[in-house]
């Protein structure tokens, strides 16, 4: 009895071992991925950085003055004025805000002259018409001519 009890906690100590070292290497592996995210998390503010100062370089004020000296001829730049600078109250009303006319144009219009009123009714009557179908379309069954009757223009009769 005591053997086979022996042989159980072998087993029990085996699976056990398994199971841990199971876990270990997940464990391992993901500690390897979070590595990796933190190595490319590091390259991107780099790069971002190095970006930003691109940027400061490249817009510096004597840069710039000494490339609009440069190529004046070629693009007619013109400093801006105070007065071409708006401020947002100064802006017009969005449409979205704007008051919705009462009549269209069309009826305005359609008031002033009587040919256009003329023709608008005739636009509507137009419209209230179902129109007219441009594509052909197949003759019922029973109703199709013979094929003796069909001239195709290949055979001379």
């Given at each position: ?23 270990k290497h997940r464990a391992d592996l993901k500690l390897e991925e979070v590595r990796r ?121």
């Amino acid at each position: 009895m005591l053997r086979s009890f022996d042989l159980v906690l072998i087993g029990v100590m085996t699976a056990t071992a398994v199971v841990t070292y199971s876990i270990k290497h997940r464990a391992d592996l993901k500690l390897e991925e979070v590595r990796r995210l933190e190595t490319e998390i590091r390259l991107e503010h780099d790069t971002i950085d190095l970006l930003k100062a691109d940027w400061a370089l490249l817009t510096q004020p004597n840069r710039l003055h000494r490339l609009i000296g440069q190529y004046q001829a070629e693009l007619e730049l013109e400093p801006t004025q105070p007065t071409q600078l708006a401020m947002p109250k100064e802006l017009p009303m969005p449409k979205s805000q704007l008051p919705q006319p009462e009549t269209t144009i069309e009826e305005l219009i359609a008031q002033v002259d009587p040919e256009v009123a003329a023709a608008l009714k005739g636009v509507d009557a137009a419209k209230a018409k179902p129109p007219k179908s441009k594509i052909p379309v197949p003759l019922a069954r029973g109703k199709t001519p013979s094929v003796d009757s069909i001239a195709t223009g290949s055979v001379n009769h």
